[in-house]
């Protein structure tokens, strides 16, 4: 019997790739999705704003719950030896190596067998179960299955053509064996999609009994491909109070004269405090080459949080932090984040203002459903 164990760090839930073999890899998803690039292949969101209501009110739409846990692309292969291999793809492009030789996942035809060319869209959380920490890996896309892109079909093709030939089989092998769980690196579910005008059951039932923090809701276009990079038909929406951006921050510190005690100790020039904060600048990223990088606003970072962040003993200049707006209009800092390469890109950093701006309230959500729903089912008397 396997004696591995579940992974402790979602952040970190493997060996990550370097040098020659990250480049490999890189270059093998973007060879198995037929692309030129090699940069994170996975589909992102824009901000959901008020005019997105029309939008779910002219197409289908499916909603899940945004989790609060880390996105990953999870990509399915075979080593060098011919053995079942995994790695999970995350959007700084790193490939972090899954050495749990546990972890299993059936293909249809033979519980022994595996998925290989095989590259899956999920999330990865850390339910918490009682006193149990459990990760659990939701899966909501696929891209290819055992070498067959399924891009271009839509969306609830996709899933279902995921949920025969991965899910299935996996969580059958799983029913029928169910004491192997607590050796797996992570459980493997499937994510529950309801139709867009379910809100209020989303807010009522879905949301108040997850076992992971969540941080909002995605709707996602049922007649949409998959396509790489940012995507208009998935949209993801907050609270409107709770809408941040992603920037870099630039710490700036005064420059002092030396006083009578600095002189007497050797020190003659002027010299940066760097105990003292005068300013911070939150920075976005523009994309192109001349100007990669442009002062979007002020930070505000009270002396306590100052402290705070000087204890860490970490570099804070250049460091991707979330921001979010205080009542007062001014910018404070929620959290690092070292999980992202760039800070928000302006056009994506203008869609979570026009959120923040013309934000749409959970009430209004509700509000809109029936509407939504009546379009639906119109659509719905209309097909042949």
């Not at 890109?345 to 029936?370: F, P, R, W």
């Given at each position: 019997m396997s004696q591995?164990?579940?992974?402790?760090?979602?952040?970190?839930?493997?060996?990550?790739?370097?040098?020659?073999?990250l480049q490999i890899m890189r270059a093998e998803v973007a060879g198995l999705l037929n692309r030129s690039?090699?940069?994170?292949?996975?589909?992102q969101p824009v901000s959901f704003a008020r005019s997105h209501i029309k939008e779910?009110?002219?197409?289908?739409?499916?909603?899940?719950?945004?989790?609060?846990g880390i996105r990953y692309l999870l990509y399915l292969t075979e080593d060098e030896l011919g053995q079942e291999a995994h790695y999970l793809i995350d959007r700084k492009n790193d490939y972090w190596f899954i050495n749990n030789k546990s972890l299993h996942l059936p293909t249809p035809q033979d519980v022994q067998s595996f998925h290989t060319q095989t590259l899956v869209d999920g999330e990865l959380v850390m339910?918490?179960?009682?006193?149990?920490?459990?990760?659990?890996?939701?899966?909501?896309?696929?891209?290819?299955?055992?070498?067959?892109?399924?891009m271009e079909r839509?969306?609830?093709?996709?899933?279902?053509?995921?949920?025969?030939?991965?899910?299935?089989?996996?969580?059958?092998?799983f029913q029928e064996f169910p004491e192997e769980l607590q050796y797996q690196p992570f459980e493997v579910r499937m994510k529950d999609m309801q139709l867009s005008y379910g809100m209020e059951m989303m807010f009522k039932d879905v949301l108040p009994h997850l076992k992971h923090g969540n941080d909002g809701l995605i709707f996602t276009c049922r007649t949409s491909s998959y396509r790489h990079g940012t995507d208009p038909h998935i949209l993801k929406w907050k609270p409107p109070?709770?809408?941040?951006?992603?920037?870099?921050?630039k710490i700036y510190f005064p420059l002092v004269e030396p006083d009578d005690e600095d002189i007497a100790n050797g020190i003659t020039q002027p010299y940066y405090d760097y105990h003292t904060l005068e300013r911070a600048e939150l920075w976005v990223y523009m994309g192109d080459n001349q100007t990669r990088y442009k002062k979007y606003a002020d930070a505000y970072i009270t002396d306590k949080e100052f402290e705070q962040l000087m204890a860490l003993?970490?570099?804070?200049?250049?460091?991707?932090?979330?921001?979010y707006r205080d009542d007062m209009g001014r910018w404070r800092?929620?959290?690092?984040?070292?999980?992202?390469?760039?800070?928000?890109?302006?056009?994506?950093?203008?869609?979570?203002?026009?959120?923040?701006?013309?934000?749409?309230?959970?009430?209004?959500?509700?509000?809109?459903?029936?509407?939504?729903?009546?379009?639906?089912k119109a659509r719905n008397q209309r097909r042949p």
């Open positions: 591995e164990r579940p992974i402790e760090s979602i952040g970190e839930p493997g060996i990550r790739a370097t040098g020659e073999v690039q090699r940069s994170f292949p996975g589909a779910l009110q002219r197409e289908d739409y499916f909603v899940c719950e945004k989790s609060d339910d918490i179960e009682g006193t149990r920490r459990v990760p659990r890996f939701l899966l909501f896309d696929c891209l290819v299955i055992d070498g067959k892109n399924i839509p969306l609830d093709k996709r899933l279902a053509y995921m949920k025969e030939h991965i899910y299935a089989p996996y969580k059958k092998l109070e709770e809408n941040t951006i992603d920037c870099r921050l003993g970490d570099p804070l200049n250049d460091r991707i932090v979330e921001s800092i929620s959290r690092f984040r070292d999980d992202k390469l760039e800070a928000n890109h302006i056009s994506t950093l203008n869609s979570v203002m026009e959120s923040i701006e013309d934000g749409v309230t959970e009430q209004e959500l509700v509000n809109s459903a029936k509407l939504i729903k009546d379009s639906w």
